[in-house]
């Protein structure tokens, strides 16, 4: 596993829902730097354009693909074991956070997708 281009929060309907958690981190990855290939026909799409895959065991999101950022994978914070070095830069759809939840850092805050930022 190669170093991320970037970690961020996502504060998107889909990925609380997805990951059952008020917001969900990932890192993002270069498909190139990553050893796990995901099956294609075992993805699960909830919203169109977006593949996501899970453990077929405890059902942990292991992995997300977004059609408009096609070599990039994103895995969620709380199953990487580099998590502690891996700490977020940007909060992406920030317009959607649960108006309860004050997530207190300087970090920058985009209303929608952060593609910019994460394409990096
Ligand atoms: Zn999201």
């Known amino acids: 596993m190669g170093a991320p281009d970037t970690v961020a929060y996502c504060h998107c309907r889909d990925c609380r829902r997805v990951t059952a958690a008020p917001v969900a981190a990932f890192a993002a990855f270069r ?3 990553l050893r796990l290939i995901p099956e294609r026909d075992k993805a699960k799409t ?3 354009g977006v593949s996501r895959w ?3 065991d405890c059902g942990s999101q292991l ?3 977004f059609d408009y950022l096609p ?3 994103y895995v969620p914070l709380g199953i ?3 998590a502690d ?3 977020p830069e940007v909060h992406c759809h920030a317009a959607s956070a649960l108006p309860w939840l004050h997530i207190d850092d300087a970090l920058a805050r985009v209303e929608g997708t952060a593609r910019a930022t994460l394409r990096r």
């Open 31 to 33: 498909n190139r730097d």
């Open 46 to 48: 909830v919203t169109e």
């Open 54 to 56: 899970f453990c077929p």
């Open 63 to 65: 992995m997300a693909r």
């Open 71 to 73: 070599d990039q994978s």
């Open 80 to 82: 990487l074991d580099q």
């Open 85 to 87: 070095q891996l700490p």
